[in-house]
């Protein structure tokens, strides 16, 4: 466990000494501030359920993102309780909000590709890759800002694609076999 611990540190602290900066700083917490509370996801699952030809696509979403919160943020949060990386790494600095609940897994990490996997896997590619692109670059913005270990983002990714994956196979793929 120490090995990981280590790499982790040395990217965070190589992110915060050599890649921040005021601009890209302001950058980052906005892109970050997308994914807080889930909003963007929920967003795009409402209005793609508000509009009848993209109906089934945003209930495929929704219940990726209620699978992915119940493992993700009421089971595997409290179950793991990782302490968030800026406490635990002396010279690391958070540059964003401090969060109320446990590291691993990025909670935001896991609701962005939640949807995204979803989207990528049920709309045409001119939408999903550009969805899997705002989904990595959230991902990122929480080691950037310093809120997160990568391995928390890893897990939040990874998370967030299998409910996407898992609706998409129950939502979509449930026709065929009848």
């Given at each position: 466990?120490?090995?990981?611990?280590?790499?982790?540190?040395?990217?965070?602290?190589?992110?915060?000494?050599?890649?921040?900066?005021?601009?890209?700083?302001?950058?980052?917490?906005?892109?970050?501030?997308?994914?807080?509370?889930?909003?963007?996801?929920?967003?795009?699952?409402?209005?793609?359920?508000?509009?009848?030809?993209?109906?089934?696509?945003?209930?495929?979403?929704?219940?990726?993102?209620?699978?992915?919160?119940?493992?993700?943020?009421?089971?595997?949060?409290?179950?793991?309780?990782?302490?968030?990386?800026?406490?635990?790494?002396?010279?690391?600095?958070?540059?964003?909000?401090?969060?109320?609940?446990?590291?691993?897994?990025?909670?935001?990490?896991?609701?962005?590709?939640?949807?995204?996997?979803?989207?990528?896997?049920?709309?045409?590619?001119?939408?999903?890759?550009?969805?899997?692109?705002?989904a990595a670059l959230i991902a990122f913005s929480r080691l950037y800002?310093?809120?997160?270990?990568?391995?928390?983002?890893?897990?939040?990714?990874?998370?967030?694609?299998?409910?996407?994956?898992?609706?998409?196979?129950?939502?979509?793929?449930?026709k065929n076999r009848k």
């Amino acid at each position: 466990m120490e090995i990981f611990f280590e790499w982790e540190e040395r990217f965070l602290l190589f992110l915060q000494d050599s890649v921040r900066g005021p601009v890209l700083d302001r950058i980052m917490q906005f892109i970050t501030s997308l994914g807080d509370g889930g909003f963007l996801a929920i967003l795009a699952c409402l209005v793609l359920i508000l509009i009848p030809r993209f109906r089934k696509t945003g209930l495929t979403a929704s219940l990726s993102l209620a699978l992915d919160y119940l493992f993700l943020n009421l089971i595997l949060k409290n179950l793991v309780a990782r302490v968030r990386p800026y406490v635990l790494i002396e010279k690391l600095h958070l540059i964003a909000k401090e969060p109320s609940d446990y590291s691993f897994p990025s909670g935001h990490s896991g609701a962005a590709f939640a949807v995204a996997s979803v989207l990528f896997l049920c709309m045409p590619r001119k939408v999903g890759i550009p969805a899997m692109a705002l989904a990595a670059l959230i991902a990122f913005s929480r080691l950037y800002l310093g809120a997160h270990f990568p391995t928390d983002v890893i897990g939040g990714v990874l998370l967030g694609c299998l409910t996407g994956w898992i609706s998409w196979r129950l939502v979509w793929k449930r026709k065929n076999r009848k």
